[in-house]
């Protein structure tokens, strides 16, 4: 089924929207959501805000700096889980 012939709905629009943020989807699935956020102003506001809100997690993210002893206690825990 060509990208054109698949319908789609706000609702099966918004559900893939955080895969759509993350780039998960695949080239079609892009297409579909890119073509309906384009026609759909109520989908477009809902992108926008959401991936606003994603990039100022990541932003905020970079600048964090972690604790030496979490980053220790992580690498130990991540450790042991690799040991088995």
């Known amino acids: 089924m060509s990208d054109r012939a698949m319908q789609v709905t706000c609702e099966a629009i918004l559900r893939q929207l ?16 890119a073509r309906h956020i384009g026609e759909c102003l109520r989908c477009a506001d809902r992108y926008r805000f959401e991936n606003s809100l994603v990039q100022e997690i990541r932003s905020r993210l970079r600048r964090s700096r972690l604790p030496g002893h979490l980053v220790a206690t992580i690498g130990r825990r991540l450790d042991a889980e690799r040991a088995g």
């Open 18 to 33: 955080d895969n759509y943020i993350d780039r998960e989807l695949s080239p079609g699935e892009m297409r579909v959501v």
